[in-house]
């Protein structure tokens, strides 16, 4: 537990840093002169460069374990923001943002691979991804409005110093806080012993294998994962550019800490957890294009509420993607498979902003989201995942 609680830490101040620029990149690209075109890009090319990534953190996790990727990221992370307080010109921030990207692909595979092989069994491991968004959500329900009052305290530069600083000093705690070779020991010794002392196999139906056979994933189970990224990413270039957001900074963050606190509230539904991942899946996904056609016809629910709704329903979809993937893969394969997750959100968080950059004088942005979404779900291969509606 006590690696997990360490684990959560680190994904807190990795989201925090994230979140926290979310509300103030965009003005400060437009105070670099940046175009809103060119500030999708911006945006687009930081999860573009995830890619590679997370292609070499799949193997590398599988092969060397997560210790080493989730120090470096953290730290290298943090020296790269140095360099963003200092930027003068919009393409040095698209270089800036596109190491960035490459350096923090390596965070979540690896912590998300570390969760799943410390889980007893299958509940306890959908328990920890749960946990895994709760920790994301909580970051960002206070990062938004962090960001944006340290840019209006602080300025620009500060602020992206203060976030590079405190990646640092986190890197340094994980060298000291992550136990890994130890913890997995221990957790192979106790279920050897469980073997011992229960020859019919009664416990080793519950705990996870390294050799279980997992099912085959279809790449298609990926375009969900990805057309929500897409989504969240054509929010989150939306937001900052409205009226309202661009007279006061301070409001941006509030819009975004509204979606955080929607997620919030979904994911302290505890009692979600026993319905089966898939479900959750496909219902918070039917949910979240809804909300965002009803924004592209201007629906007369007031817009906060409409963030609020767009929160919970990530709430529910992105713990119950993470828990379906580590509930049909083998333990062995925790890191390619989460990595493929990863490089889903990273092409879509890459799509969403150009897209919308490109498009929003045409065509309603949030249209586009609802398109998306909705086309991923009709090509969602369901005889494929055959799981109770009950987690047992």
């Given at each position: 537990m006590r690696t997990a609680i360490w684990l959560y830490l680190f994904m807190f101040v990795a989201f925090f840093d994230l979140h926290a620029q979310y509300p103030i990149l965009s003005p400060f690209a437009l105070s670099l002169g940046a175009a809103p075109s060119f500030i999708g890009l911006i945006m687009g090319v930081y999860s573009l460069t995830h890619l590679p990534g997370n292609l070499i953190a799949g193997y590398g996790v599988d092969k060397y374990g997560s210790k080493l990727f989730i120090v470096a990221s953290l730290i290298v992370a943090g020296i790269i923001l140095l360099f963003q307080s200092n930027v003068k010109d919009p393409w040095h921030l698209l270089y800036i943002r596109s190491i960035s990207g490459f350096v923090l692909a390596f965070l979540s595979p690896a912590c998300l691979s570390l969760l799943?092989?410390?889980a007893r069994d299958r509940i306890h491991q959908s328990k920890l991804m749960a946990g895994n968004g709760l920790v994301h959500t909580l970051a960002s329900v206070v990062s938004p409005a962090a960001g944006a009052v340290l840019v209006a305290k602080i300025g620009f530069t500060t602020a992206f110093s203060v976030l590079g600083w405190i990646l640092i000093i986190t890197g340094i705690l994980a060298i000291f806080g992550v136990k890994e070779k130890e913890l997995l020991a221990h957790k192979e010794d106790k279920m050897s012993s469980k073997a011992i002392l229960d020859p019919h196999g009664h416990h080793a139906a519950q705990d996870i294998k390294d050799d279980d056979a997992g099912i085959s994933i279809p790449w298609l189970f990926f375009l969900i994962p990805m057309a929500l990224s897409c989504s969240q990413g054509i929010l989150f270039f939306e937001l900052p550019l409205m009226k309202s957001a661009r007279e006061s900074i301070l409001t941006s963050g509030?819009?975004?800490?509204?979606?955080?606190?929607?997620?919030?509230?979904?994911i302290s539904f505890w009692f979600l957890n026993k319905i089966s991942p898939f479900l959750r899946t496909i219902g918070g996904s039917i949910g979240l294009a809804a909300v965002f056609f009803g924004l592209a016809i201007q629906w007369p629910i007031p817009l906060t509420v409409s963030l609020f709704l767009i929160g919970m329903a990530k709430g529910v979809i992105y713990p119950a993607l993470a828990a379906l993937l580590a509930s049909i893969t083998s333990s062995s394969r925790y890191g390619r498979v989460f990595s493929l997750l990863s490089i889903s959100y990273s092409v879509g968080a890459f799509i969403g902003p150009m897209m919308a950059g490109q498009l929003?004088?045409?065509?309603?942005?949030?249209?586009?989201?609802?398109?998306?979404?909705?086309?991923?779900?009709?090509l969602l291969p369901l005889r494929t995942f055959k799981s109770p509606l009950i987690t047992s």
């Open positions: 799943a092989r410390i509030v819009f975004f800490t509204l979606v955080s606190l929607g997620a919030l509230l979904s929003r004088d045409h065509i309603s942005s949030y249209f586009i989201a609802f398109f998306i979404l909705m086309l991923a779900l009709s």
